[in-house]
Structure formats: C-alpha cells, structure tokens
Nanobody
Framework: QVQLVESGGGLVQAGGSLRLSCAAS????????MDWFRQAPGKEREFVAS????????RYANSVKGRFSISRDNAKNTVYLQMNSLKPEDTAVYYC?????????WGQGTQVTVSS
C-alpha cells in the first residue's frame, strides 16, 4: 500500500504564502495521480488541485486558480502545494491523496489557518 505524510501547515496572515509537502512511501511505483483536498469547519471536503505523475498535467479548483500551484518531485515521491495570496477563506485542513489503479490513499491532513 501507499503511506502519505503531510507537512508545512501552520498559521499565516492574509496575503502571505505557505508551501505544503506530501511525501509518499510504500508502493509508490503504482501512483498515477496525486491530489490536494481541503475541508473547512462545517463544510464538505472539496477538491483543490491535482497532478498526473508522468505527464505533469495539472488541474485546479476555480477558487484557487492563479494563487495555488501544484508540483511534484518523482525522485522524492513528493507532491507540493504552493499557496500564495492566501485568504481567510483558505483556512481548512488540507489532505493529500494518491491514486493507483486499484485504490485511493489519504494523508492525515495538515491544518492551515489564515488570519485577517
């Protein structure tokens, strides 16, 4: 199976930047896509960004387009989420997800809090 460990969450003021990392281990050769999701208090978990492992094609939610950037380092089996121009509404628990042909794997989540 695949294990995911996130890091980089924390407190930041509005307009600031933060970079999240998600390191994958285990059967990483089977990963074809990695994603970021987030869930704010009292709200449903929502898609943020995704990246294909081989072709590096990306997709973003409209709410973060132009502000967030997803990237990956195949050698390190790590996906990153660079978050710029952060807004208070970006406050949420951020989760990374790895997709294989048979299963989806989730990280434990990391808290991002943006103060006004």
């Amino acid at each position: 199976q695949v294990q995911l460990v996130e890091s980089g969450g924390g407190l930041v003021q509005a307009g600031g930047s933060l970079r999240l990392s998600c390191a994958a281990s285990g059967r990483t050769f089977s990963i074809y896509r990695m994603d970021w999701f987030r869930q704010a208090p009292g709200k449903e978990r929502e898609f943020v960004a995704s990246i294909n492992w081989s072709g590096a094609s990306t997709r973003y939610a409209n709410s973060v387009k132009g502000r967030f950037s997803i990237s990956r380092d195949n050698a390190k089996n790590t996906v990153y989420l660079q978050m710029n121009s952060l807004k208070p509404e970006d406050t949420a628990v951020y989760y990374c997800k790895a997709g294989t042909s048979s299963s989806n794997y989730w990280g434990q989540g990391t808290q991002v809090t943006v103060s006004s």
